[in-house]
């Protein structure tokens, strides 16, 4: 079983940037395919982005796509999330989640683990 805890979240003007961090524990990293998801008040969780376990495969929602990056060290046992020129509707809680290796689900049900959630915040 693996333990996830996001951290990075804040409170950022529309156009700048954060780098979210996904740290594990209790397993090792590299047996798991990752997600981010995000939720904003009154909504579905949605899918933002995925990265294989090698790291050499990921996907991206749509509006995120050019934007947002996806990186993972599997040696430090972290996955990341880079979002560049964010948007008010960018806000929501953030939330990293594992799954066994395999595909990229954008189906937030297909995943086993969940952290906790790091909020963020975009102002106009």
């Known amino acids: 079983q693996v333990q996830l805890v996001e951290s990075g979240g804040g409170l950022v003007q529309a156009g700048g940037s954060l780098r979210l961090s996904c740290a594990a524990s209790g397993r090792t990293l590299s047996s798991y395919t990752m997600g981010w998801f995000r939720q904003a008040p009154g909504k579905e969780r949605e899918f933002v982005g995925g990265i294989s376990w090698s790291g050499g495969t990921t996907l991206y929602e749509d509006s995120v796509k050019g934007r947002f990056t996806i990186s993972r060290d599997n040696a430090k046992n972290t996955v990341y999330l880079q979002m560049n020129s964010l948007k008010p509707e960018d806000t929501a809680v953030y939330y990293c989640?594992?799954?066994?290796?395999?595909?990229?689900?954008?189906?937030?049900?297909?995943?086993?683990?969940w952290g906790q959630g790091t909020p963020v915040t975009v102002s106009s």
């Open positions: 989640a594992a799954r066994g290796r395999g595909g990229i689900y954008y189906n937030h049900r297909m995943y086993d683990y």
